[in-house]
């Protein structure tokens, strides 16, 4: 029932986005064409089946995917399908008046439809739990602990586990979670009982031998069987799996995307390119910011802190000021009075309910305004839209042997971690998301990125 949803779904998304892009087409833009006609056959039924054909070819689970994967997959799949599009177009004389603006609206529109479309969608089954696929967990300790915790926290990725088969001890949050039907060697019986075709093997501790006997007997009881190696801490978003001469090995390929030249010279330009872009929205609003400020207490603007940025190398990071003109002093007479609050600012360099901030600055920092003058720092080189949290000298120790990989690239405006929870996430959380960056980079999550840190700052989660 739910690949038949989808393909509505889709279905509906492109229809609309052609829709629009015939009214811009037609009567919407000042170089509009009223005589531009294309049948309805093609709107309604042709052009929505082409885009079908290739958002559907690879068969992608997009409720277990993350967003920039799901970005990846439906970009490919609309650049192919206008190609198909403008193909039909001209050697199928199918418009009176082939309209190439057209086409690239309908495609640009499809893409933010189709993602929108299907990360609403993905949230609404998973929030309500349907048409979730039924799963048996075979394994225990850590790791299976870690995948449902996981599972948890995505609501389900359209998984529903009905029981664990294990030997291991099981964490008492996982217990909680998913029921424990027996041990090992009771798997054929609660296979038998349940009626399961679709099991998890987590075989964490188990050594290779284990892992291939296990899977040998699920395999001919089931449908599918999954294999959920421990490789926590692996940059697996840019790994390919390749199978050598009869398949006995297996060849887990890790890129390192960063250390291609063209990547780091694409990444900026996508910085350059974007920043211009936003630049005539930007602008008003950071006028409209500054006499706020300015007329609140007759300060500077402007605030310019030492942050370490790429190679390790210092540069002032603008922001507009959120704090007062003496807050050196207000934050020693504050700590000193608060040992509780000293413990957090020496955890985190941060406080929740930070004595130094001015009215309008708390404002600035809840809605995240106040790192709009750090696209002056992507402009000059110092800074990218996304990357690593910028961190002061202080913060260096704490990131350990993960500071090499903080200094490969320039420091963000926003990043993993401010669209996971931003400040509620954990300082070793950071540090583990700003690694996991840098070791899986790709455009795809860079856009993704972007696209959730506008979702986050609307709903003003985590900041302080």
């Known amino acids: 029932m739910q690949m038949p949803l989808l393909i509505a779904a889709d279905w509906l998304l492109v229809v609309c986005a052609e829709q629009l892009a015939y009214w811009l087409r037609r009567d919407g833009l000042p170089i509009a064409v009223p005589t531009f006609h294309i049948p309805d056959v093609y709107l309604y039924l042709i052009v929505p089946a082409i885009f079908l054909v290739f958002l559907h070819e690879s068969r992608m689970k997009f409720r277990a995917f993350p967003l920039w994967k799901m970005t990846q997959a439906v970009f490919h799949a609309v650049l192919w399908s206008v190609l198909a599009i ?49 799963v048996l967990l075979v394994g225990g300790g850590d790791e299976a602990d870690a995948l449902l915790s996981t599972l948890a926290a995505h609501g389900g990725c359209g998984m529903h586990c009905i029981g664990l088969v294990t030997d291991a001890r099981v964490p008492q949050k996982a217990a909680a979670r998913c029921a424990v039907l027996g041990h090992l060697a009771d798997l054929e019986r609660v296979i038998g009982e349940t009626g399961i075709q679709n099991v998890l093997v987590t075989a964490s501790g188990a050594d290779s031998d284990e892992q291939v006997r296990l899977v040998r007997r699920i395999q001919p009881l089931v449908e599918n069987v999954v294999l959920v190696p421990d490789l926590a801490g692996l940059p697996v978003a840019n790994s390919e799996i390749e ?14 995307n960063l250390a291609r030249r063209k990547n780091l010279v694409f990444k900026r330009l996508f910085d350059i390119v974007l920043c211009l872009l936003g630049a005539p929205l930007v602008l008003p609003v950071c006028l409209a910011i500054a006499l706020a400020i300015k007329h609140d207490d007759g300060g500077p603007v402007f605030f310019a802190h030492r942050r370490v940025g790429q190679g390790g190398k210092e540069f002032p990071c603008y922001k507009f000021r959120t704090m007062v003109t003496d807050g050196d002093r207000i934050l020693a007479d504050y700590l000193a009075a608060h040992p509780e609050a000293r413990k957090d600012w020496e955890n985190d360099f941060k406080l929740k309910d930070d004595p130094r901030v001015t009215k309008i600055g708390a404002f600035l920092r809840k809605t995240s305004l106040d790192e709009l003058p750090q696209v002056w720092n ?64 790709s455009v795809w999550i860079d856009l993704a990125c972007l696209v959730r840190t506008f979702a986050v700052v609307l709903r003003r989660e985590g900041a302080y």
């Open 378 to 441: 992507v402009l000059k080189g110092d800074m990218s839209l996304v990357g690593p949290r910028p961190i002061i000298r202080a913060e260096i120790p704490k990131y350990g042997e993960h500071f090499a990989d903080f200094c490969l690239v320039p420091p963000g405006i926003t990043g993993m971690w401010q669209v996971n929870g931003r400040s509620d996430t954990t300082y070793e959380g950071r540090v583990r998301m700003d690694s996991w960056y840098v070791r899986n980079w």
């Open 86 to 134: 403008i193909m039909l177009m001209y050697f199928g004389h199918v418009a009176q008046v082939v309209s190439r603006l057209f086409v690239a609206m309908t495609g640009v529109f499809a893409f933010l439809f189709l993602i929108a479309g299907r990360t609403a969608l993905a949230a609404l089954l998973d929030r309500y739990h349907l048409f979730e696929v039924p």
């Open 243 to 256: 199978g050598i001469l009869e398949g006995r090995h297996i060849f887990l390929r890790f890129r390192n």
